[in-house]
């Protein structure tokens, strides 16, 4: 089946530091990347829809300037996190579809993130 | 804006019990989906339900989807231990973008 690899698994970063998460597909073509965050005990946060070779669609309430996407590639989309505060600390989340419509999405392991 | 709500938030339930959990979603979509988490891990992936009165099995899970009351059900059957995990519901919006709304999730604690 479909794979998405999350890199890295866990971090742990100095608060104002920035941090890059990468979310690849690994034996399909991603259109579509999806970000989610989601906090201890809570339901997954759609952050924002990364599409290939275009700007990333975000939801209210994110910062764009602070949660900068790039989806340069058919596989690869990253999400860095500037200038990280405490209030960062989350497990992050990205999905991949294979094409458009339904269907199966296909997520990441995940990343959490702590900042000190 | 479409709103997912799933109950109960949390479930304790002793082995060999049946119980269902409830997926209520506020606005029309094509497809809905079911995820079990473990602590600390992504997500699996469950069922996939793109028409009403689907219904899919597997094991001990069964999930349903009424399109018209904009609910779904996951009924566990007969549960056991290694069943404890959090659900989640998950409604398609954004027509062709597979953009997926997530309910609040359900812990499930099966106590043996």
């Known amino acids: 089946g479909a794979v998405v690899s999350q890199h890295p698994s866990w971090v742990i970063c100095k608060s104002g530091t920035s941090v890059k998460i990468e979310c690849r597909s690994l034996?399909?073509?991603?259109?579509?990347m999806f970000w989610y965050r989601q906090f201890p005990k809570q339901s997954l946060m759609l952050m924002a829809t990364?599409?290939?070779?275009?700007?990333?669609?975000?939801e209210q309430g994110v910062e764009k300037d602070k949660f900068l996407i790039n989806h340069a590639s058919l596989t690869l989309s990253t999400l860095t996190v500037t200038s990280a505060h405490p209030e960062d600390s989350s497990f992050y989340i990205c999905?991949?579809?294979?094409?458009?419509?339904?269907?199966?999405?296909?997520f990441g392991s995940g990343t959490q993130l702590s900042v000190l | 804006e479409l709103k997912v709500e799933q109950n109960p938030l949390f479930l304790s339930m002793q082995e060999g019990k049946n119980y269902t959990i409830y997926c209520n979603y506020s606005t029309t979509s094509d497809r809905l989906y079911w995820y079990r988490q473990d602590p600390g891990k992504s997500l699996e992936s469950l069922f996939v339900l793109l028409s009403n009165g689907a219904v899919k099995q597997e094991g001990r899970l069964m999930a349903s989807l009424d399109t018209k009351a904009r609910l779904s059900t996951l009924h566990i059957t007969a549960a056991v231990h290694d069943l404890s995990a959090t659900y989640f519901c998950a409604v398609g919006s954004g027509g062709a973008t597979n953009k997926l709304i997530f309910g609040t999730g359900t812990l499930l604690a099966v106590q043996p």
């Open positions: 999905s991949a579809t294979r094409g458009q419509g339904g269907g199966k999405l296909f």
């Open positions: 034996d399909f073509q991603a259109t579509t």
């Open positions: 990364s599409n290939e070779g275009s700007k990333a669609t975000y």
